[in-house]
């Protein structure tokens, strides 16, 4: 099952063991990686050329590693023609795209052969299925280069932070660097801000969902990494749905009952832009939500670079959007 708009909601880590010739990660030398789905990855020297899934690109950018990022693949601009939220943080006009126009997961891998990775580095948000990168195409892709898998398959937040970070060091990261302790501080302030407006809420629930045309998706904050943080740390008041399909991100409604949870706030998935929220308008049952009928609509990245200063740019913006409506 691929993760995918509108029939997924997203939402993110990685527990990368890397070892190398030495405890140095500047040593030159073999170098070998086992990534979460157990794949060992060895090469004769540390990667210099990474082909990357572009908002682990972002979040590697983030942490310093922006120069080895040769090629990324994935959202790049939203419907709008603007940095996607995925993105937050990459210069998309300074990137090579090698994503194939088609089907889900498709790349152009003549472009991607012109590049020359060492390494290409992607994720997956259920068992073995890699994001932005089809079965078929990565039976080829392979051949190009190794791939290596940050899988957040069942982790919390500050576990997929941490292992980004941890597959950053190995790829050659400073985690000692000064950016990247500020944006530790940064998280831990964002989040404080995020604890403090959800306390202001009093009894009131917030809804996290997607709209489609044909379905209404019902976010689960017992599955989804950054959800579920905020519900169980933060202590924001969330809805959990009862009946999650398969995989446990979402429950799939029809909008005749797009009402069976209640919502004084509604948490969208911000990839659905402007027509997401136009089609909320069509809705009648979603509009007898009290969520609706006050517009307390707040965005929702729910796929965003995981590192921590992407999540507490996130976190600012959504404690400056909670205190608009509470």
């Excluded at 390494?119 to 932005?132: G, H, M, R």
């Excluded at 944006?183 to 831990?188: R, S």
Aim: with cysteine; hydrophobic share 40%; charged share 25%.
């Amino acid at each position: 099952m691929k993760m995918r708009l509108p029939a997924a909601i997203a939402a993110l880590a990685l527990t990368l063991a890397a070892c190398g010739s030495s405890d140095d990660d500047s040593a030159s030398g073999p170098w070998t990686f086992t990534d979460d789905l157990g794949n060992s990855i060895k090469l004769d020297a540390a990667p210099e050329r990474l082909l990357v899934q572009s908002s682990m690109a972002a979040a590697l950018t983030d942490l310093g590693l922006g120069d080895e990022i040769v090629g990324t693949f994935g959202p790049l601009k939203n419907a709008a023609g603007e940095p996607d939220s995925q993105v937050a943080g990459l210069d998309v006009d300074d990137v090579t795209d090698v994503t194939a126009a088609g089907e889900y997961g498709a790349i152009d891998l003549e472009k991607a052969a012109t590049l020359k990775p060492d390494l290409v580095v992607t994720s997956a948000y259920l068992d073995d299925d890699l994001w932005y990168v089809n079965d078929a195409t990565a039976k080829d892709l392979v051949k190009l280069a190794p791939i290596a898998v940050v899988s957040f398959d069942g982790k919390t937040l500050p576990e997929l932070l941490d292992g980004t970070e941890r597959a950053a060091k190995a790829l050659g990261a400073d985690l000692g660097d000064d950016d990247v302790k500020e944006a530790h501080d940064a998280f831990d302030a964002a989040a404080k801000r995020v604890k403090d407006a959800g306390t202001k809420l009093g009894d009131r629930k917030i809804l996290a969902g997607s709209p489609s045309k044909e379905l209404f998706y019902a976010s689960n904050p017992d599955i989804s990494p950054d959800l579920s943080y905020w519900r169980k740390e933060l202590g924001l008041p969330l809805v959990v749905p009862d009946n999650p399909d398969p995989g446990g991100y979402f429950e799939s409604l029809s909008w005749e009952k797009a009402d069976k949870y209640p919502a004084d706030i509604f948490l969208y998935d911000d990839r659905t832009g402007e027509a997401g929220l136009k089609l909320l308008d069509d809705q009648p049952v979603f509009q007898t939500l009290a969520a609706a009928k006050n517009k307390a609509y707040i965005p929702w990245t729910s796929v965003a670079p995981p590192s921590y200063q992407a999540y507490a740019d996130l976190m600012n913006r959504l404690a400056d959007d909670l205190a608009k409506v509470s």
